[in-house]
Every structure is written in C-alpha cells, then in structure tokens.
C-alpha cells in the first residue's frame, strides 16, 4: 500500500510540474511588456531586451503597456526604432493607460497601426522638447542647436506616425506650454485608434 501512494505522489509532483510549465510556456505567449514611470535608460533597457528577445522567437504580437510622466529624448528615440524595425515581422499593440505624456506619446502611437489602444480616461499630454543645462554660452549654444535638431526629428516621426502634420504638431510646441488631451482627442489625431 505505501508503494502505491509513492506513486500517486510522484504522479501529482509530475502533474503540478507540467500544470507549471505549461503556465510559464503561456506567460511567455502573452508577449506583454510595460512601460510604468520614467523613460530611462533602465526602463529603455528592459523594455528594448524584451521587444527584441521576443520578437526573434517570432511567438506573435506584443502587448506594450505605457504609463509615464515622460523622460529622456535619447531613451524614447531608442525604444521607438526597435519598435519601428520590429513591427514590420511583429505587431505591436499598444496601451496607454493611466497617463501617456511627453516622450510616451511617440511609443504609443508607434504601435502598429489599427492596435493602439488606450484607456477611456487616461490623460495625454504633449509639448515640446525641453532642456535643463548650464555652463558656458558657447556650450548653451550649442546644446541648443541640438535640441533643436533632436526637436525636428521629433515632430518628423511623430507627424509620420499620426494624423498631425508636421505644420499642426510646430503649432503646438509653438504654445510654450503643455498641451493636454482626452483620449477621444488622440484617437481624433492619431496617436491612438481605439479607446477601452
């Protein structure tokens, strides 16, 4: 008799491990990664590893959640030219939730096109690209000429990424100010197609 629940137990231990394995392998399916808080180097980071990682397994779309105040230029520019070479063999939906603004704004809509969703009450906001340095005015000189350049690639992919031409998007950042949206608005402009 006690060989016998030796085996039923083995039997269970076996049945958990494949129940577990078979969670994990449907983990991994979903292909979902998120975007919470800053775009940082360290956000930049996981999120490019995951996109690449996983779009090289060619295991179907990617589910891209974002809810960020914003962050480094340098960081956006990066997650969304992996997102812009990925989707073209991976779909990339995306799902603004909560709050998508500055620098998020770009990689929600960078979505592929038909999947950018975002929530009925989540708040967008664009502006301008800003800068916060110091120093000598030949360096002020030139960083801002950088940022005036890094601004125009900016407003390119943007307006090349939405309905918001180039003209309309330089309107606003002309504003000086934040300009805030409903979702209904960006869904209006293109920055996302669905609201849920």
Known sequence: MGKKKGKNKKKEE???????????????????????????????????????????????????LISTHGGLASEMFAIYDVMRMTRENTEIL??????????????????????????????????GLRAEQGGYLPTLQNDLEELRRLEESYIKVLSEETNMSKRYIK????????????????????IADIIV
């Open 14 to 64: 076996l049945e958990i491990e494949v129940e577990v394995e078979a969670e994990a392998e449907e983990d991994i399916s979903l292909g979902m990664v998120e975007l919470y808080g800053p775009v940082d180097e360290e956000k930049s980071a996981e999120v490019i590893d995951f996109i690449l990682k996983y779009s090289y397994g060619g295991q179907g779309p990617i589910q891209f």
């Open 171 to 190: 309107k606003l950042f002309s504003k000086k100010l934040d300009v805030f949206l409903s979702a209904e608005e960006a869904v209006d402009l293109g």
């Open 94 to 127: 995306t799902l603004g939730l909560g709050k998508v603004m500055s620098a998020g704004v770009l990689l929600l809509a960078a979505g592929s096109k038909g999947g950018r969703q975002i929530g009925a009450n989540c708040k967008v906001m664009i502006h």
